[in-house]
């Protein structure tokens, strides 16, 4: 059973564009974090956020935990060719049992045409 | 700077070959995490170590196996390789307590 839903799996887009990504789950987290994969590379830490309601902004990202703490969003605001990648959102604690241990969606792969 | 390598970069092996990934990390983290990377499955824990000699079962560790015997390195050994372990694998570390993992470059695994 996949713990984090993450939607949509795929995504292109023209630069410029906004989108929004979605990290839904029926569990609740001690946190949620998002990181960014190029291709051969591996995953990097964008945020992390762990107060329900809790908004970051990073940029041209915003990013948002619910307040239930079981979902999160990121938006791309003005989408730009180096935003192509894959995105993943890990939660961590509670429902993984363990604070130090993450589980992972599948990821939203996203590229942004120029 | 801190670093977390993976070696080899890229194997290709055949079936019912024992193959033995290396990981090293200079955090001097106490925590390492192996997992696998497949299409339609996003990242997968494999095993995970929370110190020198301490050793935990993830989600598919069937087939896998770790040893912990220094805080830098967390070695990943397949028994006999199987096509079904065709992947890439990455290895991350971690600050006690601490849910931000930072990720190796990753070793892409080919068994024929």
């Known amino acids: 059973t996949q713990l984090l839903e993450q939607s949509p799996q795929f995504l292109s887009i023209q630069e410029g564009e906004n989108l929004t990504v979605y990290c839904n789950s029926s569990?609740?987290?001690?946190?949620l974090q998002w990181y960014r994969q190029e291709p051969g590379e591996g995953p990097v830490l964008l945020v992390t956020?762990?107060?329900?309601?809790e908004v970051k902004k990073l940029k041209r990202l915003t990013f948002q935990f619910g307040d239930a703490r079981k979902d999160s969003s990121l938006h791309i605001t003005a989408a730009q060719p180096g935003d192509t990648g894959l995105y993943l959102c890990?939660?961590?604690?509670?429902?993984?049992?363990?604070?130090?241990?993450?589980?992972f969606g599948k990821g939203t792969k996203l590229t942004v045409n120029p | 700077d801190a670093e977390i390598t993976q070696s080899p970069r890229h194997k290709i092996t055949e079936t019912g070959r024992q193959v033995t990934l290396a990981c090293h990390q200079t955090?001097?983290?106490?925590?390492m995490f192996w997992y696998r990377q497949d299409l339609g499955h996003g990242l997968r824990l494999i095993h995970y170590?929370?110190?020198?000699?301490?050793?935990n079962k993830g989600e598919v560790s069937d087939g896998y196996s770790v040893s912990r015997s220094n805080t830098e390195d967390l070695p990943l050994t397949l028994e006999s390789a199987a096509s079904s372990q065709t992947s890439v694998y990455f290895c991350a570390s971690s600050e006690p307590d601490q849910e931000t993992q930072y990720f190796g470059p990753g070793t892409r695994l080919l068994v024929l």
């Open positions: 170590s929370y110190g020198v000699q301490d050793t």
């Open positions: 890990a939660g961590g604690g509670g429902a993984v049992g363990g604070s130090e241990k993450l589980v």
């Open positions: 955090w001097n983290h106490n925590n």
């Open positions: 569990s609740v987290f001690s946190s």
């Open positions: 956020v762990v107060t329900g309601g």
